[in-house]
């Protein structure tokens, strides 16, 4: 063996990774991936925080953070894993039962699935280009269920309650069904739950073996989004 084989052999990923996550994200996306990472790399072992709000890593003494957002914090070591989107879906039968809207504004008179954000009303903000042009619309919406979790709007959408807007990791899997439609494909939403997935942890001089490893592995396997 050469003395860079031996070496890598020295620095295989071991011992305990603190690792805190989005709770849809990590249990539709992430879990078959960390199983595979665990099967490669035997000594390491991973304790699981799945928490929808961005926990204080260095107080809470998490090792990595994966989160959906705009921009990380600047004090942090921050690597962008893929791409993400928000995406407006509702079940073949609630548009059967409610014409579907052609317009953001139109949204005003659904019932739509909200993930709460400020207290007080739910804004949703949408544009388009159209001959070059940027058209920008905001409507508040309002609907039988608000949830801050991505799964129980998809699982309300699916059972027909309203229209739900979905980060793409939730919505992905009963779009490519049919079990879900988008609705005002032509129409994106903005500022809603951030364009790109990244892993980051506070900043320090070394990286840990295992959670370079661990990026490393999550870039990789989710380099085509979603």
Request: glycine share 6%; with cysteine.
């Amino acid at each position: 063996q050469t003395f860079e084989q031996v070496r890598d052999l020295a620095e295989q990923p071991s011992g305990l990774l603190r690792l805190t996550a989005p709770v849809a994200l990590a249990r539709q996306q992430l879990m078959p991936l960390l199983t595979e990472f665990l099967r490669l790399h035997p000594q390491v072992r991973i304790e699981l925080d799945m928490a929808d709000r961005l926990r204080s890593l260095a107080t809470e003494g998490f090792d990595l953070a994966i989160r959906h957002t705009q921009s990380p914090p600047e004090t942090h070591v921050a690597w962008a894993l893929c791409p993400t989107r928000s995406v407006l879906v509702a079940s073949r039968d609630y548009l059967r039962r409610h014409a579907p809207p052609a317009h953001p504004g139109e949204l005003a008179d659904h019932a739509c699935l909200a993930y709460p954000r400020d207290a007080g009303s739910q804004a949703w903000s949408f544009e388009r280009v159209v001959r070059r042009r940027t058209e920008r619309v905001a409507v508040t919406v309002a609907g039988p269920l608000r949830a801050n979790n991505s799964e129980v709007l998809r699982d309300a959408a699916l059972a027909g309650l309203g229209i739900a807007l979905l980060p793409d990791f939730s919505a992905a899997g009963p779009l490519s069904s049919g079990k879900l439609v988008a609705v005002l494909p032509a129409w994106r939403p903005l500022g809603f739950f951030g364009e790109g997935i990244y892993a980051m942890r506070p900043w320090t001089p070394r990286v840990p073996r295992a959670v370079q490893c661990l990026v490393d592995h999550l870039r990789e396997s989710l380099a085509e989004g979603f």
